[in-house]
């Protein structure tokens, strides 16, 4: 079956500083891969997705991630963090079910922005 | 559109009593899904639902019990609360069911289990 590690449950970064959230999957077949975020008191919407070409994934609010097989890895990225930025994501890969495909969940990051 | 809607927002509940959660899409999806969301451990599939009539278990489905008959709602049951089933509870619903399909999710319940 396949799984998601999120490494660091909470991240802090001054706002204006790179924001790097770490995950990594998996995987007993080529995953398809996704970042959700969850505002406060919010359910979850998609920020990026891969599933195959490219390995850099743009997605919504100047977030990216790069897809590395080598490193089973599918870390979250932006370049500089604005306050409305702070949030819970968490990163799921697809895993065949007994009827079609369902997504299985990393634990969460929660980010925190500083003034 | 109105995407996915979930009823009620908040409930409080003592421990045995029943209670059904509802899920709407109008989105004319196939796939429906609900998951419970407690800290520190993401978001974890209870049960879900592959089209009208038809629903599988997910990772941690025991005491809950769902039923799909009409195409566009999802319903959670839970015959005998228990304080373990304190959590939040999100419904999702996906086109297909393909493994990229994007799943959109609802803004969830709050279940308090006294």
């Known amino acids: 079956a396949q799984s998601v590690t999120q490494l660091g449950s909470h991240v802090s970064v001054s706002e204006g500083a790179l924001v790097l959230l770490r995950c990594n999957y998996s995987s007993s077949v080529p995953p398809y891969l996704f970042w959700y975020v969850q505002y406060p008191n919010q359910g979850l919407q998609l920020l990026l997705k891969y599933t195959t070409g490219a390995t850099l994934v743009k997605g919504i609010n100047g977030f990216e991630a790069e897809f590395k097989k080598s490193e089973t890895s599918f870390h979250l990225t932006k370049p500089s963090a604005h306050m409305s930025d702070a949030a819970e994501y968490f990163c799921?890969?697809?895993?065949?079910?007994?009827?079609?495909?369902?997504?299985?969940f990393g634990a969460g990051t929660i980010l925190r922005v500083k003034s | 559109n109105a995407g996915v809607t979930q009823t009620p927002k908040f409930r409080v509940l003592k421990t045995g009593q029943s209670m059904t959660l509802l899920c709407a899409q109008d989105?004319?999806?196939?796939?429906m899904y609900w998951y419970r969301q407690d800290p520190g451990m993401g978001l974890r599939l209870i049960h879900y639902s592959v089209g009208e009539g038809t629903t599988a278990k997910g990772e941690v489905p025991d005491g809950y019990n769902v039923s799909r008959l009409k195409k566009q709602n999802f319903l959670l049951g839970l015959e005998s609360a228990a304080p373990s089933q304190t959590s939040v509870y999100f419904c999702a619903s996906s086109p297909t069911g393909a493994g990229t399909d994007t799943q959109y999710f609802g803004p969830g319940t709050r279940l308090t289990v006294l």
């Open positions: 989105m004319n999806h196939e796939y």
């Open positions: 799921a890969v697809s895993d065949r079910g007994e009827y079609g495909n369902k997504l299985v």
